[in-house]
């Protein structure tokens, strides 16, 4: 059947578009391979951004203390600007302030001289700007569009903030026509990260059980809570990309022991490279769903190999599983039955389904809006990616081992052991090998294919972001934001479950869904007795 | 709150600091909603719509539909003509609108795309539409795109046939669709028969029905867009945003125009009234004459509290110029009258409008920015700030209350089924600024001088 | 803020603190006033009309006329009924209302002054009228003496003459200008041939025209209070304060009636409409079923910041009857339901709300006042309360917000305008509702949990 | 032309009316007495209140540590609750506190059994439960309407709270319909407090420069500016009837040398009474107005006689005057040549004219709601007044010397210098002589000839309560109440005569006075041109 719906809903395309679109789409036990990370067809109403949007929106933006201008129109910096709900605010560790710019919104409000004549000056009288006003530890230069195509070159802008204003300085050439959806820019800016901000710090962890946590953004406080369980259980976050996180702890992380990547597709560069880099170990971890929370801090505990660490996370877990035993059980008790469909970035779709389950809510239809073939299938598939044209032009960055710092944690043997603990290291499994049998998969999910799997899957719950919210909620179907909350959270962790939970009862069984008939539309119109009618 | 904004206010040549507006393809999206069976498509990376719909989804808790020309690398280098006639194939085929209506983007633009030539070339199905403006994102505003979009419709689809219509063209400028409502009702008080370009009316506040509809019944017909160069006259409301659609119109088709303020508060929609009843010859009907009174009654009512407070106001230009005159009548101060969107007649108006009502000192300037403000607002505090949510967190640094008015509001639920123009609006605002300055007496002042009767 | 007030409840018998209601003349000063050229009279000592009008003009700033027998001692020795005489005579000849509707005081009550007697003794103008009802301050409260005069106008005038007017007769309870006007376009809307009584819009939102006028032309007139006799059949909107009146037209004129809710929140205002549906035979108007739509649309919206909130509501029954309903329906938790007016109805169809919406645990009371309700909240906090002005002291003793809705509220403007019935005063209800929680939010969260967008 | 004004207002009557109201209206400088304190006629639209309003809501009401049962129905509590803006906070003098309960009404609440049956039994179940959950100092009772004639026994309820309850009590006979306006409840308040609060206390005051203020009820905190002047000058206040007053401080009122007299027909009765029992001399003064509160203060250096505090007071006088000169002038200059209208209370509408006079502002018009005719001739009148029916029944107390506090302060020698001094003691002088000729002074203004006066004098300003100010307002005019100051203030002293000026240059200049007429009612319908007519 679930093929046959495929097609039904394919149906309505031309021959090109219907070509193209055939292979995004995929049912879990019928195929296994997918069409992912390709380029959106013009006119197609896709939910995906742009590079930019993956490099200054999701990688950079978090970063608190790093003063990021935007260089280009006033749209890209404005649009960017508060919106996404990475959570952070300025603190102090170990004496070093970290200021908190989130508030902020940094443009060079390019004009049409810039454009004519070269936007260069105006980048430079901007850093000098931003530098005399905040006086920030780094300044973070993000391009968008036209600044590729008239040429301005914001590296060499960086290096003269370096040399010339004596502060430290990056360039992003992360025009949004780049690549094929924001993974082009998550790309781009772990480059960079790798390039000019790990490694050049020397903070020494204080412990042995020394972590960053990775692709965590820290969305309505998520990384909070996940920083908070793990330094219950004893764990030493030494920092977190990027949520919540700060150019003063990213550049010491290349001295932590071990890495926790959450959002594999953003961030799997820097895991990656760190790897190869200084040896550090990573791990894919889960902090949405309860069970995976537990597994996640468990894998730790199994990687550092500590008996009182392990013992430390026992109790944690059997404590915040206790705390929250009665509201999830009662949550469970309102939403077990429940189906949903998951449409969102380059994670959560599958991370999402662990914690739907965990309430009983079946997921019949996922889809992720800018990952590539091993967020579905794991990163087995890695090696027989081909690059297309798009791909060839995201530099890919080869890093080699630093002698000073590179050292490797576990021997061999450990990592083996390890792998029979069912701790896989440096591996993502992807989305597909979690879901049922029948239900659907489908890359870069477009307007239309939702509204028509939509109208035949019927799911309780659509979980997207703000553009396709209220096309499912005036459908009247729930339709929660997985990219921000819905202005919620946390949602990680094992409270963060418990808010999931609150927010999808309240969802469903808000009254105001049984007022959408009216009465006189189901209630056959009555004869009036007299008058009126003249 | 914005902890780093220092007191000293300085001279910045390039950089922008919390922006008071945003690019022009956002706000030609917007006018392209409000007509009917249209989709907006913009003509650059898939980013630029994708930010778009967001934004202004955000502001009405509605679905805003756009399609992309998705630019890659390579259109980037070649230029966009064939993506966007796939993408109007796309279109036509999946998402079967009337018309489309195409903006550009910085991208585009820098590219040079010559979008007339390449919308020639296409192939438009029988009966279906596709037309353009150009919004280059680095000049003016969104508002511009709004502006720029409108006149495109006109460009492309008015007419005249040489038959009178005997109707209003009206471009009622930036509003919402409680704002777009509240024209109707009063053009309808007035017997004026109109057509009015653009309507997100019945589109972006529209009713829960259970079904969704990708083009809802709302908006400007294409007959009715056509039709305007039939109309006798037309009348601009919001002179930045809609008197060049007027003068767009007066080229193509020789129609005449009127361009006012937006009506807000007495004066301005006093105009409106007025220039309606040239229009119709009606005597003004007793249900506006009543409303009108009403709003001035509130007004007197309430001067205790709105006479000489303080307030900053910023956003678009021709809503702001509303809200300040409005202020002004209420016997406020606006010390800080801010948008930025650039253009010159913003200062001049304010500046006219602060010398009618005695008002000295104000610090009048387009294309300013938020932080700007925030940096005024240090050195002398205004009781109040009017205008969206970028202000937020301004206010609660600074401790005043924020009255939300104007784009983008995306912070509040139901602002955008309600009118801020006409009487009516203007009882909503005095009720909104009203009601903030009291809320914030009853908070703040000492527990003794909590009033029962106010 | 009421520092003195003990969080342990104790159980009073006599002392009345801080109550939730006041007397049945204010409540029939207000139902006269909703009559068109009548002027209100109050039989008893000046103190009382003196009180009445204060607290009338504080809610609805507008001015509030009535007149008094001006008692002393020696009328409260030998009865008022030459006070009343004098007064009707000197009223005819100086204020020259077409009608004077006298109530009574716990002056004249105690003392025993037979009303119809003196009334059918008085020498009454060719063409003009003088009605009254028993108002006694010791019994019910100020809605109790609305319902009263409203059915002593019936009772007076109303007359069957054996002709259907083909009209439905409407008493709409005590509402303020905007839910009469909301009512009279749903009416409109509906194709309903009607009559209401009272409806004091026109007469108390009037507006400023430089010209007072002591009988403005708002008001049901005397033939359509004598025409109700004819009416087809009677619609009760709110059943403590409406039921009566339609039993006494009921019992005069043989009229049927139907009572009803007070048309607040969805469900309520549905069943007004499908009444009135009933009625007219007429299929509901797209305005009305979109209004409606929006109204739905907007509580799915606003849901997250509803759901779950604990909310008090005090009032008068019909109205926080209304309140409570509609916040049941925004997902609320109504946890304080209280009224100062006595009547076992108001509990009975409290509780049937809650077990509908399976409420647990909420405290329901009549009679009740505001120290109880305060007691009560320091013991279990809600989240916002919802009621008049005389709730604001405990909002700010206890940090929370007050929605002002109902009867009276005398810190504020502009509110008596704007409706709180039918599915536009569902809107405001919402928004005002839903504002208060996100400003709250805004002020109240940490600095790093400021949102931008919500 | 002044007496045809009055005749053409007049002529609307009946000749009964007509012969009752003439000689309530006098033109000054034609004629020199006028009648007060009489019945209003019945159906005439009086803006008058009762002898419950005198007592609990002027006299009583303001006293903060005072808790007043009022004995009726609800009603009369509710209306008097919260909204004659006489401020009060609780605070501590010399290790005492006096509570504030301003917040809070109190009611018996009576039903239809109480009022068959008796409500004493209710009364006294109250006092039991207000001194059970409060513990006040002292409980007061007011009866209102029904409560006199069911013969509820309030007196005896107040004994039974003493003797039984062990809390000081007071009754209060203030039923409504008692008098003919609020003055016969002042007189009733005036006498109780006699009997049983002044005398009762023992704290003598710090300094020999000690004053009561008395009729001074700090609306809009006047009462906090007069006290802050005072003590500016060194003079101590020992009591403040009753503003901000507390029975704490009222009882020791007696050990005071001087009282200060502002609102004279509410106070008169305690001055006069004082002045016989414990031998203190009181001065008329007036806090509102600039040279008038300077005069005030003047006769208080005057009567004590003290160089270094008359040297002190003056200084006092130059500070404040020259802190708002500023401001005074500018206000001036945008009032000069108004006129107004006034029709308040019993004192106001003299003092107000002082006021008004410092910036300008001619009074055309001025009324009392319930003063008698020393208010308006002046107290040499006072033995030619007749009682009549209604002011025989308000108790006229009669006290004597107090042997052991009677003293005399200054000798007669030392009094007759201080009249030579423009130091009137123990006298009103009332509003007649300050107006100018052909003004009109009308008594008990009531709302048809409010109507009338207005239309024809055309004041620039109507100052009256919140009943008839919507009336001027509507026709046009500003209308400010100076019962409540429309919730602004203080008014009184020099700081308060700035917030005056401002509140009238706001009301006379705000915009939205512009926009009464429509510009369709006064520009000529204009022509269209085509279209829209069909």
């Known amino acids: 059947m679930s093929e046959g719906l495929k097609e039904k809903v394919l149906d309505k395309y031309s021959a090109r578009v219907y070509k193209n679109r055939k292979p995004h789409l995929v049912t879990v036990g019928e195929e296994t391979e997918i069409t992912a990370n390709t380029r959106t067809i013009p006119g197609i109403i896709t939910q995906r951004g742009c590079c930019y949007a993956g490099c200054k929106g999701v990688v950079l933006g978090p970063i608190k203390d790093a003063a990021i201008i935007v260089h280009g129109p006033i749209g890209c910096s404005y649009y960017a600007w508060g919106t996404r709900r990475h959570k952070a605010e300025s603190d102090i560790r170990d004496n070093e302030e970290a200021d908190c710019y989130l508030e902020y919104c940094f443009s060079t409000d390019m004009q049409e001289a810039d454009i004519v004549f070269g936007g260069e000056k105006k980048l430079k009288q901007a850093a000098q700007e931003i530098v005399d006003i905040f006086k920030p530890k780094i300044v973070m230069i993000c391009s968008t569009c036209p600044v590729g195509l008239i040429g301005d070159d914001i590296n060499a802008v960086a290096k003269w903030i370096e040399s010339d204003l004596g502060t430290k300085a990056i360039s992003f050439s992360c025009e949004g026509y780049k690549g094929v959806s924001q993974s082009a820019g998550h790309h781009i800016a772990n480059n960079q990260l790798i390039r000019y901000v790990i490694g050049t710090g020397d903070k020494e962890p204080k412990t042995k059980y020394s972590v960053n946590v990775l692709g965590e953004y820290n969305i309505g406080g998520d990384g909070w809570e996940v920083e908070k369980l793990l330094k219950r259980c004893g764990v030493e976050v030494v920092s977190v990309f990027t949520g919540g996180g ?26 990656d490279m760190m790897k190869d880099k200084y040896g550090i170990d990573w791990i894919k971890v889960n902090f949405v769903g309860i069970e995976s929370t537990a597994k996640a801090l468990r894998d730790v505990g199994e990687y550092f190999g500590d008996e009182q660490l392990k013992k430390r996370i026992e109790e944690v877990i059997a404590d915040e599983m206790s705390a929250i035993a009665d509201d999830v059980s009662y949550y469970n008790s309102k939403l077990k039955g429940k189906t949903a469909a998951l449409y969102v970035g380059g994670s959560r779709a599958h991370h999402y389904q662990v914690l739907l389950k965990d309430f009983g809510i079946e997921t019949v239809l996922a889809g992720y809006e800018f990952a590539h073939r091993d967020d579905y299938e794991g990163r087995e598939v890695i090696p027989s990616i081909k690059t297309d044209a798009d791909s060839k032009n995201i ?136 008058g009126g009618a003249e | 709150m914005l902890n780093y904004t220092p007191k000293e206010v300085v001279e910045r040549e390039a950089l922008k600091i919390n922006p008071c507006k945003t690019c022009q393809p956002a706000g030609a999206l917007y006018a392209a909603l409000g007509v009917n069976r249209c989709l907006p498509h913009s003509h650059g990376s898939q980013g630029c719509v994708a ?94 795109g709004f502006t720029n979009m409108v006149s495109g419709f006109v460009n ?124 119709s010859k009606e005597d003004v009907p007793f249900e506006v004459e009543e409303e009108r009174g009403q709003l001035v009654d509130m007004m007197v009512d309430i001067h205790p509290y709105t006479y000489g407070k303080k307030v900053a106001i910023y956003g678009d230009p021709d809503t702001v110029l509303g809200i300040t005159q409005f202020c002004l009548e209420l016997g406020m101060i606006p010390k800080y009258v801010i948008t930025g969107t650039p253009g010159v007649q913003f200062k001049a108006a304010a500046e006219a409008m602060m010398e009618k009502f005695g008002i000295e000192d104000s610090v009048i300037k387009a294309e300013a920015d938020l932080f700007y403000l925030h940096q005024l607002m240090k050195n002398e505090p205004v009781d109040i700030m009017i205008g969206g949510t970028h202000g937020k967190h301004i206010a609660r640094a600074e401790g005043i209350p924020l009255v939300r008015m104007g784009f ?28 903030a300055i009291m809320d914030y007496q009853d908070s703040h002042c000492e527990e003794k001088d909590v009033e029962m009767v106010m």
Chains 1, 4 share one sequence.
């Open chain 2, 408 to 435: 983008p509001v995306i912070d509040r639920y139901i602002h955008s089924y309600m009118p801020l123009v006409g009487y009516k609006g203007g009882m909503r605002m005095a009720e909104l600024i009203v009601n």
């Open chain 1, 395 to 530: 530099e890919s960055l080869e890093v080699e081992a630093d002698p000073k710092h590179y050292r490797v944690f576990l021997t061999d043997e450990q990592k083996a052991e390890l792998d029979n603990k069912g701790v896989k290291l440096n591996y993502y499994e992807g989305m597909f090998k979690g879901m049922n049998d029948g239900s659907i998969i489908c890359d870069d999910l477009n307007h239309f294919e939702t509204e028509e799997f939509l109208r035949v899957l019927k799911p309780d719950i659509f979980f997207s972001g703000i553009k396709d919210k209220f096309v499912a909620q005036k459908s009247g179907m729930l339709s929660r934001q997985l990219h921000s909350y819905d202005y919620s959270g946390p949602y990680a962790g094992f409270k963060g479950a418990v808010n999931f939970g609150h927010d999808l009862v309240m969802g469903l069984y808000t009254p105001a869904w049984s007022y959408i008939r009216a009465p006189w539309k189901s209630i056959p119109s009555i004869e009036g007795t007299l």
């Open chain 2, 156 to 279: 492309y689809l008015s007419r005249k046939t040489g038959t009178s219509n005997g109707k209003l063209c009206v471009f009622p400028g930036w509003g919402n669709p409680g704002d777009y409502r509240e024209y109707k009702k009063l053009m309808k008080a007035m017997k004026v028969p109109f057509s009015m370009l653009p309507d997100t009316s019945g589109v972006l506040d529209g009713a829960m029905t259970g079904k969704y509809e990708m083009y809802p019944d709302g908006g400007t017909t294409i007959e009715e867009i056509e039709g305007l160069g039939d109309c006798i006259s037309s009348l601009a409301l919001g002179i930045q945003t809609s008197e060049p659609s007027a003068v767009a119109l007066k080229k193509k088709c020789g129609v005449d125009y009127n361009a006012i303020p937006l009506p807000m508060g007495i004066e301005n929609t006093d105009k409106f009234i007025m220039t309606l009843q040239q229009f």
């Open chain 2, 51 to 144: 930010f778009h719909r967001m934004f202004l989804t955000r502001h009405f808790k509605e679905p805003v539909m756009g399609s992309s020309s998705s630019f890659t690398e390579g259109s980037s280098v070649f230029g966009g003509g064939s993506n966007l006639k796939t993408a109007a194939k796309n279109i036509f085929d999946l998402y079967d609108p009337r018309i489309i209506a195409v903006h550009t983007t910085c991208l585009s633009e820098t590219i040079g795309d010559d979008l007339g030539s390449i919308i020639t070339e296409m192939d438009i199905p029988e009966g279906k539409y596709v037309v353009h403006c150009n919004t280059p994102s680095y000049k003016g505003s969104h508002v511009t």
């Open chain 1, 246 to 271: 700060s150019y003063r702890d990213l550049k010491n992380s290349h001295l932590a022991n071990l890495n926790l990547v959450q959002c594999h597709r953003s961030i799997n560069y820097v895991a």
